[in-house]
Each structure stands twice: as structure tokens, then as C-alpha cells.
């Protein structure tokens, strides 16, 4: 039609690409968006860096990340986050804690998104004291919601710690966090362990008042 597309337009369909894991087409897309003279955001960017931590390839998730600074735009939380998840995959755990400290000089300090993926390595990990320290500071300041909750649980389950393990799935209960089935059967996977089974009975019996559906792991 004799239009020029705009970033936001070349955006929206690397955006599509990427979702759809069109992993050489959005970056042919990036590639003409670049020779057509349209300089990229800091949220194609983003989506370029997320695509590749989502798929494990920390190398071109840093390739971008790197162009993203050479461009002089700074990045943001969600290109952070992307890349502490891509250093999660190969459990780099010193490179996503740097980020991560890199985040708390930014406003507003680590999203959710970011503590739980780091709470995640510290958990795979086995890393009790820097995943404990992490989840308080998210309790402290009320941010904690259910995936904080169940991988400190399953964290303390997996070290055999297990009244631990019970005592922070109590608090998930009472929080009133507990709305989806895979939060359900994290719970109860604890309880399972300790042979707390009438809790894991009283659970069902809330998940069928909350219209809950069980899956398989439930049964």
C-alpha cells in the first residue's frame, strides 16, 4: 500500500514469530528492520532476548542484550528477567545473581518475575540461605504469591527438611493464594511426604469447594 512500517508494526510480528517459536523469521524480520533504516526498541529487544532465554540459548540471548546497550538504550526489568532466566537453564547462578543485584539499583527493585526465577536456581540448587533470603525479603514486603510459596516448600521437601517444608505450606494455605491446581498438588505433595494425609484430604475437599479441577498429578 506504499506505507512504511514502524517499529511498534515490525514489533507486533516478531512479537507473533516469537511466541510461535519462528525462531529464524523474526530474526530475518529484525535483520530487515534494521536495513529498512528503523531503529529497534527496547521491547523488540526484549522479545528477541526472551525468545532465546525461553529456548535455552543464553548466547544469542547475550548477543542482543549486547546490541541492545550498544544502541545506548539501558534495559528494563523484563530484559533482565529474560536473561537471569536464560543463565537459569545452565544454573549460572553467579552471572543471574548479578542481574539480579543489577535490578535492585533499578525503580521498584526485582519484579516477582525475577525473584521467583532466582528463588527457582536457588532452589534447583540446593541453595537454602540465598532462596530463604530472597523469599522473606517477598514476604516482608507482601509480594510473595504461590510460586514463591511452593518452591521454598518443595526446596525444604527435597533437602529432607520436611517440618520446614509443612510449615510453608500452612502459610500458603492461609494466605489465600492457593487457586490453581498445580498449587493444590504442591501442597499436598508436601503433606504427602510428612504422611499428613487427613491435610491432604481436607485439601481435596477445598479444591471441590473452590471448583478446583484435579488433574492426574492430584490423583
Known amino acids: 500500500a506504499g506505507f512504511e512500517p514502524k517499529c511498534e508494526t515490525y514489533c507486533a510480528v516478531i512479537r507473533s514469530y516469537s511466541r510461535h517459536c519462528l525462531v529464524p523469521e523474526a530474526i530475518d524480520l529484525f535483520n530487515e528492520m534494521k536495513t529498512s533504516g528503523v531503529e529497534p526498541n527496547v521491547v523488540v529487544y526484549g522479545v528477541l532476548i526472551d525468545m532465546f532465554a525461553e529456548t535455552g540459548?543464553?548466547?544469542?540471548?547475550?548477543?542482543y542484550s549486547n546490541l541492545?546497550?550498544?544502541?545506548?538504550?539501558?534495559?528494563?526489568?523484563?530484559?533482565?528477567?529474560?536473561?537471569?532466566?536464560?543463565?537459569?537453564?545452565?544454573?549460572?547462578?553467579?552471572?543471574?545473581?548479578?542481574l539480579y543485584s543489577r535490578m535492585n539499583d533499578m525503580d521498584g527493585g526485582p519484579d516477582i518475575i525475577a525473584s521467583n526465577a532466582m528463588l527457582n536456581l536457588y532452589a534447583k540448587l540446593e541453595m537454602v540461605t540465598e532462596a530463604k533470603e530472597i523469599f522473606d525479603s517477598l514476604r516482608r514486603n507482601s509480594r510473595a504469591d504461590a510460586v514463591s510459596y511452593t518452591t521454598m516448600a518443595y526446596l525444604y521437601k527435597s533437602m529432607g527438611l520436611l517440618s520446614e517444608s509443612?510449615?510453608?505450606?500452612?502459610?500458603?494455605?492461609?494466605?489465600?493464594?492457593?487457586?490453581?491446581?498445580?498449587?493444590?498438588?504442591?501442597?499436598?505433595?508436601?503433606?504427602?511426604a510428612k504422611g499428613n494425609l487427613r491435610d491432604c484430604a481436607e485439601l481435596v475437599h477445598q479444591m471441590v469447594l473452590a471448583n478446583i479441577p484435579p488433574d492426574a498429578s492430584t490423583f
Open 57 to 63: 540459548n543464553v548466547e544469542e540471548a547475550l548477543h
Open 68 to 98: 541492545l546497550e550498544q544502541s545506548g538504550i539501558s534495559p528494563n526489568h523484563i530484559v533482565l528477567t529474560s536473561l537471569i532466566k536464560a543463565y537459569s537453564k545452565f544454573n549460572s547462578w553467579k552471572e543471574a545473581q548479578d
Open 166 to 192: 509443612i510449615r510453608i505450606t500452612h502459610k500458603l494455605q492461609k494466605s489465600g493464594l492457593l487457586f490453581d491446581c498445580a498449587s493444590c498438588n504442591a501442597v499436598m505433595a508436601c503433606y504427602g
